[in-house]
């Protein structure tokens, strides 16, 4: 086997197990058996039971307009302006069309600043729909410290809720677990008829609110009027859920609320879930970086990092050299006399048109000559007399300029004909 062919067969065989591993990895991480802080959240970002992605859709098919809110509640500032000539509930000033805001199950605390906005927002005419298990915490100044009250608290309100549910439903659901408990709930507002909502067991609203729903002594569902708007209060955080929606009226009860406020429009807040409206690349990545199909894609890298540069492995062939452009003689000829004709020197051409000619003749002899040697020795010798008057008027010549120190350009014209002449001669006798 070439060394060529192991190298492929190494690399396919190292890559795809590294594959194999990430994907088992990834199968393993990511099931249901375990928590996924990026998916067990009720947000209308995801499908899964634990999203509230069906209830955005149900709301864009039922409302005049319906969105997800992605950005800090202190842009709400400046809402509440009343349309001109309009005596209903005023209405936020990022969209003249929303007068709901859905805030299903925060992931995050509330900033001072965002809290005092969301109030005068509500006080302006807007209504907050807020499903929750526990307070919603108000982290104070820029050192994202939360201090001992939230959200509720400052309006005196209380919210109790547990994690196990109970559906409380009509009986169209008998085949369900018996061990489940199944109630029909009125709501106030919606009529004398009852309602089948999913909510959390022992779950209730205490303070000045207004009860809306109630089974027994607990409020399920409170009203607490601020201004000109109202807060609604639900203590269940995935009572929006996808989970809940198929399996009660949970839906049906927040399109009223929705439906029966301002303009009907809601928007459904986002940002408290980690899904800001202005995210870079870096921030996407890094997020991405932590759920388990990121760790599998870093594994992939990290090792074929460690591969290619631990064992100098070459994908590929090497890159040949450039190989240098060839310079014709003539333009390395026009190239010095350009250089001479530039610098004036007549006699240094001569004198470097002599020396290149002893450099050939020497190295054709074998032995370093000048001229006047090379006058002397062809005195005795057979060549023609043509010859020999070349080679002395050469000379001449070449002594004359170097005693004066000059010439001109017909003596210049001259020694490279004699010189080129000689040269050829030269040849023809070798």
Same mark, same amino acid.
């Given at each position: =086997? ?33 928590? @996924? ?7 209308? =970002? ?11 859709? *149900?709301?864009?098919?039922?409302? %005049? ?38 805030? !299903? ?10 809290? @005092? #906005?969301?109030?005068?927002? $509500? ?12 307070? &919603?915490? /108000? ?32 009986? $169209? ?7 489940? $408990?199944?109630?029909?709930?009125? *709501? ?26 109630? /089974?027994?002594? @607990? *409020? ?15 203590? @269940? ?8 929606? $198929? ?35 870096? !921030? ?8 388990? &199909? ?6 992939? #890298? ?16 090497? /890159? ?8 014709? %003689? ?24 002599? =020396? ?7 190295? #054709?002899?074998?032995?370093? *000559? ?55 001669? =030269?040849?023809?006798?070798?």
């Amino acid at each position: =086997m070439k060394q060529r062919t192991r190298n492929v067969l190494t690399v396919t065989l190292s890559l795809g197990s590294l594959v194999v591993v990430a994907v088992l990895l990834a199968a393993l991480t990511s099931g249901p058996r375990l928590s @996924d802080p990026y998916r067990r959240r009720p947000s209308t =970002m995801f499908t899964d039971r634990s999203g509230a992605r069906a209830c955005l859709l *149900v709301a864009q098919k039922l409302l %005049p307009s319906a969105g997800q809110w992605r950005a800090p509640f202190t842009e709400l500032a400046g809402a509440g302006a009343s349309d001109p000539g309009s005596s209903g509930p005023r209405r936020p000033a990022g969209s003249l069309a929303t007068a709901t805001l859905v805030v !299903a199950g925060p992931q995050r605390p509330i900033q001072a600043a965002e809290a @005092d #906005a969301l109030d005068r927002w $509500v006080r302006g005419g807007g209504q907050l729909i807020l499903t929750i298990d526990r307070d &919603w915490e /108000i982290e104070e100044g820029d050192s994202g410290e939360t201090g001992g009250g939230g959200y509720l608290d400052r309006h005196a309100i209380d919210v109790q809720g547990t994690d196990e549910r109970i559906r409380v439903q009509s009986n $169209v659901h008998d085949r369900e677990p018996p061990e489940k $408990v199944y109630q029909q709930v009125p *709501v106030e507002r919606f009529g004398p008829q009852k309602l089948s909502l999913r909510i959390g067991r022992s779950a209730s609203v205490t303070g000045d609110a207004e009860p809306l729903a109630m /089974i027994g002594d @607990d *409020v399920l569902i409170a009203e607490l009027a601020l201004g000109r708007g109202r807060i609604i209060i639900i203590p @269940d955080a995935a009572f929006l859920s996808n989970d809940s929606l $198929v399996r009660s009226d949970n839906a049906a009860v927040l399109i009223g609320f929705c439906a029966g406020w301002g303009g009907g429009g809601v928007l459904f807040d986002e940002f408290h879930h980690g899904f800001g409206r202005k995210r870079g690349l870096a !921030a996407l990545s890094w997020q991405f970086a932590g759920t388990p &199909w990121g760790w599998a894609v870093l594994t992939v #890298a990290a090792a074929g990092a460690i591969y290619v540069f631990g064992f100098r492995r070459r994908f590929g062939r090497p /890159i040949e050299p450039r190989q240098p452009d060839r310079a014709s %003689p003539l333009d390395l000829v026009d190239a010095r006399a350009g250089l001479f004709r530039a610098a004036g020197s007549s006699a240094l051409a001569v004198n470097v048109i002599c =020396m290149n000619l002893t450099h050939e003749l020497g190295r #054709a002899l074998g032995r370093p *000559v000048d001229l006047a040697e090379l006058y002397r020795h062809h005195q005795h010798s057979n060549r023609p007399p043509a010859c020999l008057e070349q080679i002395g008027r050469l000379a001449q010549l070449f002594l004359r300029v170097r005693t004066e120190g000059r010439a001109d350009s017909n003596e210049v014209s001259e020694a490279g004909w004699l010189a080129g002449r000689i040269l050829e001669e =030269m040849s023809v006798e070798r």
